[in-house]
């Protein structure tokens, strides 16, 4: 094991990583999806590909130099709200922040080949576990706000009928002393 | 007991779906990814055949026994009928200008949502039945058999195509992906398979009135209420002409606009209109739906559909009909009326009783869209206007698929907008996502079922993330649109990708900014939010009307 000053390399090297662990992400999807996801770099006409590419900027940000949960979550969720509604197992969804081990690896190979694993690997690599585990309350918030929208929308759907009934009250408006749904 | 992997073992771990060919592909039926199976009720409603109870996720679909004749003769009947539909099986030449416009491929990022191998699935057969080199080469040539698992992935792909010809815009040759599709699920319906959320509307439709199948009491129970609403807001009750024979106009509009928030409002908005301008009208509660799922299915059941509008002009002796807020209806007066159900010859040639201007572009169909007839009155000076009521909403305008592109519908609503809107209260989103290269909502041709929702959130992604751009850059709070599957399905779209964004008709803001001679000081808009400035006032009037 040797040591590197590894958060100096990996800032260096933002672009290479970057790109490299974005490609691995769009290797995710079928080989004629990636192409184009690659290729196109109009961000309306490839809004998949513009926000990954803002999200793992900031995730990768976060994984150098530390960010808050919250800020943390907006940019995983860049790319989480749109592989929690895809074609993907919950498994499949977050295999992209497990992807950012490999683009790092692969772009350390030399020096690992030439000095051994650089301590400091670990520790990074444990900062992407803890990135990992946000994912997934990321991705439930995602999974629960799909489902509150199907409610939502049945709601929605009777809510005029609701009104014309007279069966629906806002609380919050004063002198509404009477919950006119208790009529029944 | 197995060794645990080490993390350089896991992470060689290939992520990249096998590279299979197209035709090996086949599509998991998984919950979310499908539209669910038509009940037999409708069908048998509708005289439609092989009414039976089957399921999607079943191995056995249950199809006819001869289902292969029946959907070959058909094939084969339809290729000699509709020359374009040969023409689009024969002229694709696979530049790909289309692959990437379809925003069903673009959130799903399955390339079988790519148009051109979408038609593909068709194109496969069309050589496999109807050309030399595909009867002999097969799939050397890219032909196939028709099994049923053809069947099953055309009922997949063809109900992930919701025909807005947005890759008809980019195609050279002008590839009709929508008739494609349309003429697919035709043949799907022959053999019996068809989606719940369409056939329903469309039983519901045929047989009671509107698709949401209220009878003619609910539906003119709610109008009345909506002139109740709007005595609440503006102290002018509205008159709701309904079924009264002997008027100018028939008014006609999709069941969204009297249903469900936020068409409502519009529908609030259309009253205001008519009680201002004193129109000569009435409303039908049996062309009580401007909307037409049947030309989601087939032909034959769109002109049925159809048919209703005309029936009910001749009964109630009108002279012309003048069309709401709605999206496909619009391709349906434009583009198939007049083969189907003209020519309404029975009928005038649409002139505007307030100002005299004469509809042309309408003198077949002699129906006229509502933005048309807004647009020309306040061309002419014809409405009180206060922008100022509006000054609370900043306001994008999303195209919808159907008037702008079947009708070319671009700059009415625009000018409606820019008359009831402050200035610098209108944005319009990027370029290549507006007018006639506008994103469908991901929800046209009869997906907006529940069950179905994942896949309208990724198709309707690329409009959000066009959306999303205007919210954050200048501060849009409102998509405006003149379509009721739009109004329906984008709130929960804005609410997954762009929170903080409501959605409005354009004639809600019309009956919002329209100043009636006696009216009582408005402090709320029509759905009772306070006006800016207004909001001490705004308090006091609801703790009163509440």
């Known amino acids: 094991m040797t040591r590197m000053d590894l958060q100096g390399f990996l800032s260096e090297k933002r672009h290479l990583v970057l790109e490299r662990w974005l490609n691995l992400i769009f290797e995710t999807y079928p080989p004629e999806t990636a192409r184009f996801l690659k290729r196109e770099k109009d961000r309306f006409a490839n809004p998949v590909a513009y926000e990954f590419h803002e999200g793992i900027k900031g995730i990768y940000e976060a994984l150098l130099y530390g960010m808050e949960p919250d800020r943390v979550s907006y940019f995983l969720d860049r790319v989480i709200s749109i592989r929690a509604i895809q074609d993907f197992l919950p498994s499949g969804a977050l295999t992209f922040i497990f992807l950012l081990k490999t683009a790092i690896r692969k772009e350390l190979e030399k020096e690992i080949r030439e000095k051994g694993v650089p301590e400091e690997l670990l520790e990074i690599e444990s900062r992407i576990d803890g990135l990992a585990l946000l994912c997934f309350d990321v991705y439930m918030r995602r999974r629960e706000k799909l489902y509150e929208l199907r409610v939502d929308e049945v709601k929605r759907r009777v809510s005029g009928l609701l009104r014309m009934a007279g069966l629906v009250v806002d609380l919050d408006q004063k002198n509404n002393k009477e919950v006119k749904a208790n009529e029944f | 007991m197995a060794a645990i992997p080490k993390p350089e073992e896991l992470a060689n771990i290939s992520f990249r779906p096998p590279g299979r060919k197209w035709m090996d592909t086949k599509p998991e039926f998984k919950e979310g990814t499908h539209c669910h199976a038509a009940?037999?009720?409708?069908?048998?409603?509708?005289?439609?055949?092989?009414?039976?109870?089957?399921?999607?996720?079943?191995?056995?679909?249950?199809?006819?026994?001869?289902?292969?004749?029946?959907?070959?003769?058909?094939?084969?009947?339809?290729?000699?009928?509709?020359?374009?539909?040969?023409?689009?099986?024969?002229?694709?030449?696979?530049?790909?200008?289309?692959?990437?416009?379809?925003?069903?491929?673009?959130?799903?990022?399955?390339?079988?949502?790519?148009?051109?191998?979408?038609?593909?699935?068709?194109?496969?057969?069309?050589?496999?039945?109807?050309?030399?080199?595909?009867?002999?080469?097969?799939?050397?040539?890219?032909?196939?058999?028709?099994?049923?698992?053809?069947?099953?992935?055309?009922?997949?792909?063809?109900?992930?195509?919701?025909?807005?010809?947005?890759?008809?815009?980019?195609?050279?040759?002008?590839?009709?992906?929508?008739?494609?599709?349309?003429?697919?699920?035709?043949?799907?319906?022959?053999?019996?398979?068809?989606?719940?959320?369409?056939?329903?509307?469309?039983?519901?439709?045929?047989?009671?009135?509107?698709?949401?199948?209220?009878?003619?009491?609910?539906?003119?129970?709610?109008?009345?209420?909506?002139?109740?609403?709007?005595?609440?807001?503006?102290?002018?009750?509205?008159?709701?002409?309904?079924?009264?024979?002997?008027?100018?106009?028939?008014?006609?509009?999709?069941?969204?606009?009297?249903?469900?928030?936020?068409?409502?409002?519009?529908?609030?908005?259309?009253?205001?209109?008519?009680?201002?301008?004193?129109?000569?009208?009435?409303?039908?509660?049996?062309?009580?739906?401007?909307?037409?799922?049947?030309?989601?299915?087939?032909?034959?059941?769109?002109?049925?559909?159809?048919?209703?509008?005309?029936?009910?002009?001749?009964?109630?002796?009108?002279?012309?009909?003048?069309?709401?807020?709605?999206?496909?209806?619009w391709r349906v007066i434009n583009q198939y009326m007049d083969t189907w159900n003209g020519p309404a010859d029975f009928l005038e040639e649409p002139v505007s009783p307030i100002t005299g201007t004469k509809f042309e572009n309408a003198k077949s169909t002699k129906m006229v869209h509502i933005c048309e007839f807004t647009a020309d009155l306040i061309k002419h000076g014809k409405l009180n206007l206060d922008p100022s009521r509006n000054a609370h909403i900043v306001l994008t305008f999303h195209d919808s698929c159907n008037p702008a592109r079947a009708m070319g519908l671009l700059e009415e609503p625009r000018y409606i907008i820019k008359n009831v809107l402050p200035p610098g209260h209108f944005y319009e989103m990027p370029e290549n996502t507006i007018r006639e290269k506008n994103f469908c909502c991901g929800s046209g041709s009869g997906f907006n079922a529940d069950e179905y929702l994942p896949i309208r959130l990724r198709g309707g992604f690329p409009r959000a993330s066009a959306v999303r751009y205007v919210h954050e850059k200048y501060g849009v709070n409102h998509v405006g649109m003149i379509c009721a599957i739009d109004r329906a399905v984008f709130p929960p779209l804005m609410d997954y990708w762009v929170p903080g964004v409501d959605i409005t008709g354009i004639h809600e803001l019309v009956g919002n900014a329209l100043v009636f001679p006696g009216e009582r000081e408005r402090v709320v808009d029509l759905r009772k939010r306070p006006l800016k400035g207004k909001e001490k006032e705004a308090e006091k009037f609801l703790e009163e009307v509440m």
Request: charged content about 25%.
């Open chain 2, 39 to 329: 009940a037999p009720k409708w069908l048998e409603w509708l005289d439609y055949p092989f009414p039976r109870s089957w399921s999607t996720y079943d191995e056995d679909w249950k199809l006819p026994k001869n289902w292969k004749e029946i959907f070959l003769v058909g094939f084969n009947d339809r290729l000699n009928k509709y020359r374009s539909l040969r023409l689009f099986m024969d002229i694709c030449v696979r530049c790909g200008a289309c692959a990437d416009k379809c925003q069903f491929f673009l959130g799903t990022g399955d390339p079988k949502n790519m148009p051109v191998l979408r038609a593909e699935l068709m194109r496969s057969l069309y050589r496999r039945y109807h050309t030399t080199a595909g009867k002999i080469l097969g799939r050397l040539a890219g032909a196939r058999e028709l099994t049923e698992d053809v069947v099953k992935e055309l009922y997949y792909y063809l109900y992930q195509c919701s025909e807005c010809r947005r890759c008809s815009a980019f195609c050279p040759y002008g590839i009709d992906m929508a008739d494609i599709t349309i003429l697919g699920r035709e043949l799907l319906s022959s053999i019996g398979l068809g989606i719940e959320w369409a056939m329903a509307s469309v039983g519901s439709c045929f047989k009671i009135g509107s698709h949401i199948g209220s009878p003619p009491h609910a539906f003119k129970d709610m109008l009345e209420f909506f002139a109740d609403e709007c005595e609440v807001v503006t102290g002018i009750r509205p008159r709701v002409p309904v079924n009264e024979k002997g008027h100018e106009i028939l008014f006609i509009m999709p069941s969204g606009d009297y249903f469900a928030d936020p068409g409502t409002f519009n529908c609030m908005g259309y009253l205001l209109l008519f009680e201002y301008l004193d129109l000569d009208y009435t409303i039908s509660t049996f062309a009580a739906e401007g909307g037409n799922f049947g030309y989601f299915i087939s032909h034959e059941m769109g002109k049925r559909l159809n048919a209703k509008f005309y029936a009910e002009a001749k009964r109630l002796g009108v002279k012309w009909i003048l069309g709401g807020e709605c999206g496909h209806m």
